[in-house]
């Protein structure tokens, strides 16, 4: 069992950044590989960013957003830079054991956070 839980989210003009933290207890974090994904109001949840053996974004984000990890933490970190409006959503942390699935799936991911929001403003 994994628990998740992101934190960082609020509210930031456009241009401007945010970086979200998901932090994980449970069985050995090294282990899992980590996805991010959102929520935007009257849309199904998206693939953002995840990192595994590999890092991997939606061409969205490329070049604004970053994942990186910190075993020693037990924590994955999505520095987002550049924001714009239509990055507003809720974001999520998702957990999956290493080399289990597509990292850009979401029903590939077995455990999951309670999302923290993210809006920025125009």
């Known amino acids: 069992q994994v628990q998740l839980v992101e934190s960082g989210g609020g509210l930031v003009q456009a241009g401007g950044s945010l970086r979200l933290s998901c932090a994980a207890s449970?069985?050995?974090?090294?282990?899992?590989?980590i996805g991010w994904f959102r929520q935007r109001p009257g849309m199904e949840r998206e693939f953002v960013a995840a990192?595994?053996?590999?890092?991997y974004y939606v061409d969205s984000v490329k070049g604004r957003f970053t994942i990186s990890r910190d075993n020693s933490r037990n924590t994955v970190y999505l520095q987002m830079n550049s924001l714009k409006p239509e990055d507003t959503a809720v974001y999520y942390c998702?957990?999956?054991?290493?080399?289990?699935?597509?990292?850009?799936?979401?029903?590939?991911?077995?455990?999951w956070g309670q999302g923290t929001q993210v809006t920025v403003s125009s």
């Open positions: 998702a957990a999956q054991n290493l080399g289990a699935g597509d990292l850009r799936a979401a029903g590939a991911y077995k455990y």
């Open positions: 449970g069985r050995t974090f090294s282990n899992y590989a």
């Open positions: 990192i595994g053996y590999n890092t």
